[in-house]
């Protein structure tokens, strides 16, 4: 079977035409290198960690150091991902002469770089931009390297002022970075395709990013093995992994 039997052919079509293509990519993108999502039912890391416990400003304040060792753990997870071939099917999409593709993403890994693409927002921040909780500097310190979750784990102090160093995701109840956000929403309205790559759809405002799409007109393909919240909202859904499908959407476009 050649890759474009295995691409719907109206996807297709909307990928071979569009010269402005805008990638919204959630947990499910980095599934498949082996970083755990959110809420998939039996591995996500919201079915072993509370959230409320983990990713809020009042769980940093509680215990900085129960806070810095899990995202000692996930920091060490990612260094030891690889980017799949899903990551590197976009890289090559992006690199394709006269095509603008922009990627914004809630993941806070670097997977999508470290497979040589361009990313234009983390709208929900990232987990190696480190920087003080107290007086916001950027600290030039890294996670200690750890394989296993531990309970509680000092953080750094910053160099400045000496607060404790915070990983720069963000977290539950703390607002989106405005320029990460805005420049998502221009990509979407001035795309002529919005692929909207693994996410539950279930965060806001990250998960009314594809509405402004919607909005304009601009069609909407989800890629995701499962039904999201965003399902009933897109106009093509392809049942497939970005892993699988994403290369094999790449391939097909010539
Ligand atoms: P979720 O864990 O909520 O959803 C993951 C989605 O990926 C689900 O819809 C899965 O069906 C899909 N999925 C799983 N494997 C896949 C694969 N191989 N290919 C494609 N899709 C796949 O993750 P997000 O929607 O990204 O917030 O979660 C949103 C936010 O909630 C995260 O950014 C994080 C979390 O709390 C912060 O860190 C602030």
Not at 27 to 32: Q, R, T, V
Not at 55 to 71: H, L, V
Not at 243 to 253: E, K, T
Request: one cysteine or more; aromatic letters at 6%; charged letters at 20%.
């Amino acid at each position: 079977m050649s890759a474009s039997d295995r691409v719907p052919t109206e996807i297709l079509d909307l990928a071979r035409s569009a010269r402005r293509v805008t990638v919204l990519t959630g947990a499910g993108m980095s599934a498949e290198s082996g970083v755990p999502t959110f809420r998939d039912a039996q591995t996500g890391l919201w079915e072993r960690f509370d959230p409320a416990e983990l990713a809020t400003p009042e769980a940093w304040e509680d215990d900085p150091a129960q806070c810095w060792a899990w995202y000692a753990w996930r920091a060490s997870l990612v260094r030891r991902a690889d980017p799949h071939p899903g990551h590197v099917a976009l890289a090559q999409w992006q690199a394709r002469p006269g095509i603008d593709l922009w990627i914004s993403t809630q993941n806070v890994d670097d997977l999508h770089e470290r497979a040589g693409a361009g990313v234009l927002a983390h709208v929900h921040g990232n987990l190696f931009a480190l920087h003080c909780a107290s007086c916001g500097a950027p600290a030039d310190v890294d996670y200690p390297p750890i394989t296993e979750p531990v309970a509680r784990l000092d953080p750094p102090g910053c160099h400045q002022c000496g607060g404790p160093v915070r990983p720069g995701v963000v977290w539950f109840g703390e607002t989106l970075p405005e320029r990460a956000f805005q420049d998502s929403v221009e990509a979407v309205q001035e795309a002529d395709l919005v692929l909207v790559v693994g996410t539950s759809g279930l965060v806001h405002p990250a998960a009314s990013i594809p509405d402004f799409a919607g909005a304009r007109g601009v069609p909407v393909v989800e890629i995701n093995p499962r039904v999201s919240k965003v399902s009933g909202s897109v106009d093509h859904v392809w049942r497939a992994p970005a892993g699988q499908a994403l290369p094999a959407l790449v391939s097909a476009l010539d």
